[in-house]
């Protein structure tokens, strides 16, 4: 089985500054896949980034980064310089071992002028 | 390329009703799913199939049918609808029927509320 955990249901940032959404994916396979979406307002779901597990380098799109912690089972998605429009609803989802991906329950970011 | 498209926007049912909702991809992709998301909870998988012909359940499956007879469809049947049915439907898809770890790009989503 495997489980996705997003313990934080809502985070703020002041534009231009860093934040860092959490997230902690179980499984019992050593082969998985770890992913961040994001959907704005318009409800539409957007890849943010995607770490392979057996990749020791953390994934890294422009101004988001992630950090893979494989022994901590942690995969926090970091971003940089925020911009109002990166306010949205945040979902960490993992794929391992199945055809099935699993989500977390999302968090919030809310960007502060 | 249209992508992911979705049909209906949105759809009120009384309970007891049936429908389908449609969901599309031209991007010749192996693997299509379906899953619905409800506050709080994030998205949950409702079925998925790996290629024409094959289907399978996914964590939240009673209440709902699915088939595939071609590539390009994958529609999400409710036979009865109820009221706890009430939620937003996303179809998402992917390339590899290997479906582990493919990126995958979903509908723009179909707002269900049964009565």
């Known amino acids: 089985a495997q489980t996705v955990t997003q313990s934080q249901p809502e985070m703020s940032v002041q534009e231009a500054e860093t934040v860092t959404l959490s997230c902690t994916y179980d499984?019992?396979?050593?082969?998985?896949?770890l992913f961040w979406y994001k959907q704005p307002p318009s409800r539409q779901m957007i890849l943010v980034i995607r770490q392979e597990a057996y990749k020791q380098q953390n994934a890294t799109e422009n101004r988001f980064s992630v950090n893979f912690q494989k022994a901590a089972k942690s995969f926090s998605l970091k971003i940089s310089d925020s911009q109002l429009g990166d306010a949205a609803m945040y979902f960490c989802?993992?794929?391992?071992?199945?055809?099935?991906?699993?989500f977390g329950t999302g968090t919030r970011l809310k960007v502060l002028a | 390329n249209a992508g992911v498209t979705q049909t209906p926007k949105f759809q009120v049912l009384k309970t007891g009703q049936s429908m389908t909702l449609q969901c599309a991809q031209d991007m010749n992709h192996e693997y299509m799913s379906w899953y619905r998301q409800d506050p709080g909870m994030g998205l949950r998988l409702i079925h998925y199939?790996?290629?024409?012909?094959?289907?399978d359940q996914g964590e939240v499956p009673n209440g709902y049918n699915v088939s595939r007879s071609t590539t390009e469809d994958f529609p999400l049947r409710l036979l009865s609808a109820a009221p706890s049915q009430t939620s937003v439907y996303f179809c998402?898809?992917?390339?590899?029927?290997?479906?582990?770890?493919?990126?995958?790009?979903f509908g723009p989503g179909t707002r269900l509320l049964v009565l």
């Open positions: 998402a898809s992917s390339y590899s029927s290997r479906g582990q770890g493919e990126t995958q790009y």
């Open positions: 499984t019992s396979e050593s082969d998985y896949y």
């Open positions: 199939s790996v290629g024409a012909g094959i289907t």
């Open positions: 989802a993992g794929n391992g071992g199945t055809y099935k991906y699993i």
